[in-house]
């Protein structure tokens, strides 16, 4: 019997279990503790230094730096479509309408001219659009250079959403930086987890403070429950902060890992045509959270579903590209600019195992699993 291979699984090697021991023996498991303050003073080594307030999801990130920026019912929020639904949920919980953007073919993230465009003509509709959500997918950055100058020129605040990013760079600065906050996700399967959770990132420390006070349920500073505003229960606890402690320590390995994991597919598939690749644009650093490939079917004969069924038949997970978001029925009618270019890599790609445990050995036979499909 072979192992079963999956996507991107967790990996604890660290000292996850001793952080977690602290935690019980001081008997603070919850919201409050020693290893939440640890765990958000350690963020900041991956956030240029910006204040990151530890959350119990990547979701309830997003849901707050809405809230903080102040997005209101009816209100626009532009939001890349090639994504997860998690980026955009957040905006029709503040009871906004999510107005998509495709992506353009370099980074797979949001097309800075289709941006623009999208800008422009809600602009003459008489709907200034209140945020931009742009996404760092798969651990690779946006073009940030052309979209903060828009951002700048129109005077719309970024939100970026760099769930699969933490410990990506871009020009050398990292990912969560860029927007006026910044979202890292620790689900079960990103680069580093925490069981479930995230964290918001943001230059203004007083945002982060309000963002906390809203996190803890808009308590007022005073010895009895006075409330104010509506508030939600979205903080991390001090356990999950514990496992994060152990994780964080990591980061760099797991990201040299999992670069090395891409750069042998490369390898693996550099005489196989009809395969490729996603390169890094110059002066970009991805942490190749997942290694994706997409697949000319007129040059190989099979498309995606043929080797993610062929893969699964070997107990091999693989998965698709993330279904663009103006293409779910729960978007359906949202505005939407752009053409078919998430739409196509949809309909082309696939997410290949990608864990820090995958040894060449498994990708060899990943490999050559897909390119036994090819019949002549
Ligand atoms: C995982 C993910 C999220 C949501 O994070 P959770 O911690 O699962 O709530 C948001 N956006 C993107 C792009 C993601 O991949």
């Not at 119990?56 to 990130?61: D, H, I, K, V």
């Not at 906050?181 to 620790?186: A, R, T, Y």
Request: one cysteine or more.
């Amino acid at each position: 019997m072979t192992e079963r291979i999956l996507l991107s699984p967790p990996v604890f090697d660290g000292n996850e279990q001793g952080f977690v021991r602290d935690a019980f023996s001081v008997s603070n498991i919850s919201t409050y503790g020693n290893l939440l303050v640890q765990f958000e003073a350690k963020l900041l080594a991956f956030t240029e230094g910006y204040q990151a307030l530890a959350t119990n999801s990547g979701t309830s990130a997003l849901h707050l730096a809405m809230r903080l920026i102040g997005i209101k019912p009816g209100d626009e929020v532009i939001c890349q479509s090639f994504t997860f639904c998690a980026s955009a949920n957040p905006i029709c919980y503040q009871g906004a309408i999510p107005v998509f953007v495709d992506s353009e073919s370099e980074t797979w993230n949001m097309d800075p001219v289709l941006l623009e465009e999208a800008i422009i003509q809600r602009l003459k509709k008489g709907k200034k659009p209140k945020a931009i959500v742009v996404v760092d997918l798969y651990g690779m950055p946006a073009k940030f250079d052309q979209i903060l100058s828009l951002a700048d020129k129109y005077q719309i605040p970024v939100i970026e959403d760099a769930a699969e990013a933490l410990g990506s760079k871009y020009k050398g600065k990292f990912c969560s930086s860029f927007g006026a906050f910044g979202v890292f996700s620790f689900n079960g399967n990103k680069i580093i987890t925490t069981g479930s959770g995230g964290c918001l990132v943001s230059s203004d420390s007083e945002a982060i403070k309000k963002a906390k006070y809203l996190a803890l349920q808009a308590k007022d500073n005073v010895h009895f429950y006075r409330h104010q505003e509506i508030g939600y229960n979205y903080c991390m606890s001090n356990l999950s902060a514990a496992v994060g402690l152990g994780q964080l320590e990591k980061l760099e390995e797991k990201v040299r890992s999992r670069r090395k994991t891409y750069e042998r597919y490369v390898q693996m598939f550099s005489d196989f045509e009809g395969i490729n690749l996603l390169a890094e644009p110059e002066g970009v650093r991805s942490n190749r959270w997942l290694s994706t490939i997409t697949i000319d079917k007129a040059v190989t004969g099979f498309d995606h579903e043929d080797v993610r069924q062929a893969l699964a038949a070997q107990q091999i997970e693989s998965r698709y590209l993330w279904n663009p978001l103006h293409l779910q029925p729960i978007f359906k009618g949202c505005p939407y600019f752009g053409g078919n270019v998430a739409e196509s890599l949809f309909n082309i790609g696939l997410c290949l195992p990608s864990g820090e445990m995958l040894s060449e050995l498994d990708q060899e036979r990943i490999v050559g699993i897909i390119k036994s499909l090819r019949k002549v």
